[in-house]
């Protein structure tokens, strides 16, 4: 139905089994219009992030900045660190009240509101931020070697699937190279980390390890994985069923683009920060969309 190049990431994954409905309008609708000025606001409502989500990106984008810096030379203060994490989060927010506000002015409804940057966010960002920089492990690390950044746009390509799984940033050492993750919406379970350690050593040698940096509860906890064959096997034999599940919901939109075959959500909760809750039929109401959908799907 869409032309797209089979892509896998855990963004996509994840949308998709939250709900199938947003999924489509997201990564199909809006990919498919992103020419038109209704597309491009479509494009734009899916830019929207809650502040919870722009505190953690605002952590990575400081600590990447500051494992770059320290890679040539240049020493942080804590007080650089912390200005940065204030800075950074409150340009975060403006251009999020940017962009709901561009969205109202088009006469788009959308469930986001402007804000302010809440200070206690901010206390907490730097605090997250500080804690990294003291923990010994990430203190070891950057002891020796060299940094080399990746941008998470970076994909491999593995079949004719393309996969968006890149390290925070490669570490070269005396010995071998680490990929590093940092993991930011807390501890994943051990099973979640193998298969996010194996798609991270595509981006590696065959004696790279993967190094993943863990907040739960505002701590820091730290795990070093080295996949093997078997794990990365099965790992893509499940990024191909995905894959699958993606294709299998795009080919269910129908003629002129009709989506109403599309599941919802299957829980309320999803619906409660979606961004595009206005062009969806459960802006009127959760429970009668579904019963509606499950009627016509019984036709
Ligand atoms: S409002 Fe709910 S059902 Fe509709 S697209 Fe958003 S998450 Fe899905």
Redesign the pocket.
Known sequence: MFPYQPTWSNTRINLLQ??P??FV?RYGLAQLSKHHAQGQLLSLAFQIQTPWILLHQTIREVLLDYIEDHGIGNQWSNGLLRARVKTDYSKAIQRRNRRIKDIQSQHMAQSFTVVEPEPHLIDMGIDTCLKLVQNPHFVALLSEGSIERIEPTTSVLQGNIRIYAAPDFIHHGRDRTSLVKFNLYGQATRCERERQAALLMMYGEHDSRVIQFSLKYRKWSVNTVASTQTQTKQTLDLVSQDVEQMEAIFAQVGKNNDLSLIP??DS?R??MN????S?????HG?EH?KAEQRSLMCQ
Do not use: G, Q, T
């Open positions: 939250r709900c409905r947003a309008l919802l959500a309320f999803s619906c979606c961004n595009v809750r062009l969806c039929p459960s802006r959760y969309a």
